[in-house]
């Protein structure tokens, strides 16, 4: 049977089964959700509390008035929450290689892409479920955007998350053994967290320094926040929505050339073994 010849039914039936994997790993692993929402919570309830009698803010977009300081950091720590589930999701992605359960999914007779985007997509769904019990735990502290903001915010969380998705994705097929993704992970969440705008708006580092705020700019973990941060309050940033949904695609198509037995690692990999 060729791809071609596949019914709806069968593309639905495999999507299904990829999702229920991830759902279940996820179900079993209660302490990933628990992890997920303890470091934004502790960003929120204390160092926000802290940083608010030092930190002053104007009125910066999409923002009409002063806010509090823990208002601000809402939509980057909604973006942490999906940085660290997709680099959680890429970590399992080198478990599932060494385990061989890897190349049993890439031996299916669907495309790549489609195999890589259904793991992908179902890791967001996760990672949407995490940030909107973040938010309601943040409702409770006072922290609430408008009504509709919860709904608008939604594409701009599924945009965020397939782009952090496939980068964790693209630096999973990187990587040839599990013990060595734990370096790598801090190596790419820490620098591109704290060297955005989630924690400070990118005025006030220009303020400080110029480089860090060029820096800053080009960060993608920026227009994630960025593209969260104006959904939220009902507006679009249409250079953030430009820039994730760019590096989606680039991120996304390194991910599935990696992937592909015939080139990137694999085709070393296969060679040496």
Known sequence: MTR??????????????????????FVNQRGRFLAALVRPLVWLFIFAAGFRAVLGLSITEPYDTYVLY???????????????????????????????????LLVSPFPRWFLLGSKLLAGVIVSIIQVY????????????PPLWGYVAVLPALILSGLMLGAMGLFLSSAIKQ???????MNFVIFPMFFASSALYPLW???????????????????????????????????????????????????AIFMYDPGKGRWKNRRGNG
């Open 204 to 254: 006030r580092m220009r303020e400080s320094s110029t480089l860090l705020h060029d820096i800053c700019a080009v960060n993608p973990f920026t227009h994630a926040v960025e593209l969260i941060r104006f959904a939220l309050y009902l507006q679009v940033n249409w250079l953030s929505l430009a820039v994730v949904l760019g590096c989606l695609t680039a991120f996304f198509g390194l």
């Open 133 to 144: 019990t973040f938010l309601a735990i943040a409702w409770l502290w006072d922290i609430r």
């Open 70 to 104: 823990e208002v601000y950091v809402t939509p980057g720590l909604c973006a942490m929450i999906q940085l660290f589930n997709g680099m959680q999701s890429s970590l399992s992605m080198v478990y599932d290689r060494e385990t061989g359960a890897m190349r049993t």
């Open 4 to 25: 071609k010849a596949f019914p709806a039914s069968a593309w639905l039936i495999a999507f299904a089964g990829i999702t229920r994997r991830e759902s279940l790993r």
């Open 178 to 184: 599990l013990e060595n993704f734990a370096g790598v």
